[in-house]
């Protein structure tokens, strides 16, 4: 059991490979993305006529497993190119080549819950159109996985510590996990209102739904530890759904449909701030990922009830398989060993489900000191769409940025699931930029090691300024600002 989850978790980690939502780098005015899919007006502050973009992000957290004295992003590079990794039995330590780290569990009395998102996005692309529009195209890979209201009696200490026998009930809870790809269409227009600019932007998304899987325990299930590797259950009531792609061991088949949309809203007002004549203030509301994935009729969605003691003993889910093709087996196993009575697929309730996408808001605020420096902050907060529902990070944040045409950096505090603190860094040098969100733990070692992120991109733009027809005023009204539509 040990040795399973940290490789499970170092493995989802290193897989992750670049990091979170980048939350300094999304307010940097020089460019359009990553920045529209954290608020889909926010192109209309850039001044770069055209822009292209190639980019990756995520992030990891828990709270039920840690590594000690280690650095997120260099342990990872040391698993990539290591020619050995061995987990030692009989302790909570594990060995990457010659180096030795130690593991241990969280012991807080709190409910246990993990995420992850993950996604590429590329090739995109940008333009401004005339005066007040821009129109970006572009494609994105994503991964999102959560599991959330895991009972803190199944902590590993607790569980652990307990005699064979022992009985307790569990409370409600789920877990999910979907991939899928993304045709993205972001458009956005600005309006003279008053003395400033309204600036309304919209993320329209064909979705592909890849691999997805649900889990979700309902009422109040109770447990007898009968040994180290058998269980007992009662008043059982599990769903699970699986997609075909997974079923057939066949990850990255298309498994359905959906479409998505993210919609944003910005005021922008003050002074223009320096030859690019960047808005002095802009504060915005985003509503992010509106929509849904549907999968197919390839699709399972199995029920295991029973009222009556059932025994699972871990062993007889040691298949000879090592890939995707033990999910059959395990589901078959599970439906002998709960529904007794049952045919062999008796636990089979239907084909296709849906799961909603995160769907988050965000409310921000960005102030222009002067031509390099900017002040800005963000909360971004889970919405979720219904019951069956990804979610996403939470997080606020505020930094404090230096942006010039070619070259910018910025550090942030981040608040992570309004519960950790963490700084942030991003650096942007020509066509690439990265950070992270959690320097310590990712770049710099930290006691505590359960969550990290580095993200990464390349980006070209406009190569030089165009030169105004005739003078901008500095003041904002109408025609205040010069857009000339690029020219091919």
Known sequence: MRIWTVAALWTVFFALGSGQSPNGLSFDPYGTFPSVYWQPAAGLSSPYGWEFHLGAQGNIDNNYIFVKDAAGLSLTTQIATADMLEVV????????????????????????????EFSFTGPSISFRLGQDWRLGLGTRFRAVGDARDVDTQLSFYTYDALPFGSRFT???????????????????????????????????????????????????????????????????????AVTGDLLTDNPGSITGSGFGLDLGLT??????????????????????????????QTSERHRFSSDFNRIIDTEDYRFEETDLTAIPSAIEQFNTDVNVDAPTRGSLEGNGFNLSLPMRTSL?????????????????????????????????????RYSKWWYGGGLNLNFHEFRQLNLGLYLRAGPFYLGSDRVFGTLLPRDIVASGDFYAGFRLHAFKRKTPKSKRRKKRGKGSRYNECYKF
Request: proline share 2%; charged share 20%.
């Open 89 to 116: 039995s009989g302790t909570q330590t594990f060995t990457v080549d010659d180096r030795q780290y130690e593991y241990d569990y969280f012991d807080d009395g709190a409910e246990r819950f993990g995420r992850l």
């Open 170 to 240: 569990i409370q409600a809870g789920e877990g999910q996990f979907a991939s899928w790809g993304e045709v993205n269409l972001n458009l956005a227009r600005r309006f003279i209102v008053g003395a400033g600019e309204l600036g309304l932007g919209v993320n329209l998304k064909y979705l592909l739904p890849l691999a997805a899987s649900r889990v979700r325990v309902d009422g109040q299930t109770t447990i007898t530890k009968v040994n180290n590797s058998s269980f007992a259950l009662e008043n059982s009531n599990i769903q699970v």
């Open 267 to 296: 005021y922008a007002f003050g002074d223009l701030i320096g030859q690019d004549y960047l808005p002095q203030f802009v504060i915005g509301v985003a509503i992010l990922d509106f929509g849904k994935l549907e999968y197919d």
């Open 364 to 400: 921000s605020f960005s102030y222009q000191v002067d031509e390099a420096i900017g002040i800005d902050g963000r909360v971004l907060i889970n919405t979720p769409l219904g019951s069956n529902a990804l979610r996403g990070s939470q997080v606020f944040t505020t930094g404090v």
